[in-house]
Each structure stands twice: as C-alpha cells, then as structure tokens.
C-alpha cells in the first residue's frame, strides 16, 4: 500500500500483545477486531483496512452491518479477502485452488464462500498451517524447522487435491516464508501473496470514492502503534520491512 499511495498518512496498528488471532474463537476476533478499529476512529482514521485473514474472516462483516451504521456515514472498514478472490478466477487453469491459512480462517470457511460467489466453477480447498506465523515472527523462516513445517503443511494440501495449479498464501505473515514454499510446490504451480491483491484494490477504491480521498490526510508518513513491548515490536518489524520503525504503546478495551 504504501508502495503504490505513498501520498497518503498511515498508522499501523499491531496487537500483538493478544496475537495470534488465528485459534481464537468468532466473538473473541470480533471483541478484538473491534476495539482496534474504534481506536483508530479515535486517533483520526476514517478508512481502516484490516490486515489480518482472521479479523477478515471472523470479524468485519459484523463491524460493517451492527457496528458502522451507528457512526456516521464517514467512516468503512475494510479487509483483505475480496481483493484476493476476485482475481482468483483469472488465475487459475485447472480450477482447482489451494488456501493456505490459520486455523481460524480456515474453520470460517470465508475463502470458499467468497470464491463460490466469484468463480464458482472454482474448487477450493483449505489447509491450516498451525505454527507459520509464529516461525516468521520468531524470525525462523529459512531455519530447517520452518523448511519441515512448510513441507508438511503443503504435502497435505496436494494430497488432498492434486489438481490444484494455485495456492493463496492467507495470512500476511506467509510471504516471509516463500522461498521455503516455492521449494516444495510442484513446478507449474502459482504460489499467490496477497499484498499486490489488496493493495491494487485499495487504489481503485480510492477513485470510486472520491469523498474518501478528500477525508485522508496526505503527509507520506507512517506511524506504527502496538499493544506490545515497543522493543519488541521493533524486532519483529525490521523481519517484515528490513527498516528500523519508531513505535508507541497503546491499550485496549
């Protein structure tokens, strides 16, 4: 995103002191999601985009139809599934589709769902990958351990359907790890990340919505808030962006 609408003022907002999401229950994601989000509203953000596959999955509709209606028509949420599916069916030849994601959005089934809707010619199946977010932020991505997590995960998966030719990696920390992916998926098979996805749908919002471009501050700048340790946040931000990073602690709920 930044990348491509360097103009515009970012506030990240990690919570990592109650992460991962991934094995945590619907109404708990919810809770969560949800006292991030107003705390954005508070600080001045009118467009918060949930980075996460679990809060996409498990919290933002419900924050969309119960929670937005209530604050005014100035301020949206919005996630990163739908801008991934919505290329899906222009990106698979055999249509067939693996997901690879956490146990959450796995068990919300919201990437079939939201396939079905898209491509529904499209078969999809889902692999939960229990440890991969915890080896890229232990930043443990290229160690053997990462290699045999990765391959086992993805053995399953082409085991369970070995006519799948595209995999989306459903979690934003995957990526880190797709050098060790690409080492163990069959040649002709399309490892798919999400960020170029989401950050290409966010441009054209951007000019569907004129009156949203008016609201957003436009410095270039980018502030990054955590409900960690700073110092540990920062670790494990250099791992994601190979940049030192200035941030502040925040509370919820």
Known sequence: MRQMLPQYDYLYLGDNARAPYG?????VVYRFTREAVMKLFSMGCHLVILACNTASAKALRTLQQNDLPT??????????????TENIGSLTTSRHVGILATE???????YELEIAHQAPDVVVTGQACPLWAAIVE???ADSP??????????DELLRRDPEIDTII?????YPLLLNTILKHVPRGV???PQGEYVASSLVQYMQRHPEM??????????????????????ECARVFLKEDVEVENVVLG
Request: overall charge positive.
């Open 145 to 154: 351990g990462a290699d045999y997590f990765v391959r086992k995960r993805i």
């Open 71 to 84: 604050l005014g028509t100035d301020r949206r949420v919005l996630g990163v599934i739908r801008p991934t």
């Open 213 to 234: 471009e008016e609201r957003i501050t436009q410095g270039g700048t980018c502030h990054y808030l955590t409900t960690e340790n700073p110092e540990r946040f920062t």
């Open 23 to 27: 094995p945590r229950s619907f109404d």
């Open 104 to 110: 959450g959005t796995i068990r919300s089934r919201s």
């Open 190 to 192: 399309r490892v798919v």
């Open 138 to 140: 232990a930043n443990e």
């Open 169 to 173: 990696l459903a979690c934003t920390h």
